[in-house]
């Protein structure tokens, strides 16, 4: 509530307050340069910040990104930010390096998860990941976030760069998640198919 964030004496971001509702889809919409990707990036710790933030009914206050990705939320940021040189597989690995505690059998059922709801990355477990199409580093940017289990997504412009038939397939799969009981935060320029897939703007 009353987040506010900036670049110096530059406001990017006065007073917004917004509630994402356990196992709902909450979006912003707005254009360039709006502040949309400064508020995630306050939400997960990466900014400095004014304001409350409440996750789970807790108090996030100066806590660290790691201690909230800890927590289970999770950002799947406007550039994807994959690791190039290193293949589909040892990307999705990364996702769950913070649950490394669980075992090597339980991740390996994770990445069956992921391989069943992405076949393309199953094919492609082998590739390197700068050698994907903008749509497969998609996917792989998704499947590596729910790697590592978030109960909340944040979303940046998931839409961006992709051809038509590939944004229907993203805003597909954004759909099929809210099934799984993922709460979500999704920031878009693209309106139209943000709203179809939200239950609020």
């Given amino acids: 509530a009353g987040l506010s964030v900036a670049y110096g004496k530059v406001e990017a971001v006065h007073h917004a ?3 994402v509702a356990e196992g709902s889809i909450v979006t912003v919409i707005g254009p ?8 995630l990036g306050a939400i997960m710790g990466l900014l400095p910040s004014r304001g409350t933030l409440r996750y789970a009914g807790a108090l996030l206050g100066a806590m660290p990104a790691e201690d909230r990705v800890a927590l289970g939320m999770c950002l799947v ?12 597989e040892d990307n999705l690995l990364l996702g769950a390096f913070h649950r490394r505690r669980i075992g090597a059998r339980a991740i390996a059922a994770d990445m069956a998860q992921v391989y069943t ?13 700068g050698t994907l199409s903008g749509g497969e ?7 590596r976030a729910l790697m590592a289990k978030p109960r909340l997504l944040l979303l940046d412009e998931p839409s ?16 099929d998640l809210k099934r799984t009981g993922v709460s979500m935060l999704l920031v878009e320029q693209n309106a139209r198919a943000a709203l179809q897939v939200a239950d609020y703007g």
Wanted: proline share 3%; aromatic share 6%; glycine share 6%.
């Fill in 117 to 129: 709801r992405f076949a393309r990355l199953k094919e492609r477990s082998r590739q390197l990941a």
């Fill in 77 to 88: 940021p406007e550039r994807r930010e994959l690791f190039a040189e290193l293949s589909v």
């Fill in 17 to 19: 307050s917004l509630r």
């Fill in 160 to 175: 961006l760069g992709l051809a038509p038939r590939m944004v229907r397939e993203t805003f597909h799969i954004i759909a």
């Fill in 32 to 39: 360039n340069g709006a502040g949309k990707t400064t508020l």
């Fill in 137 to 143: 580093r998609q996917m792989l940017a998704l499947g």
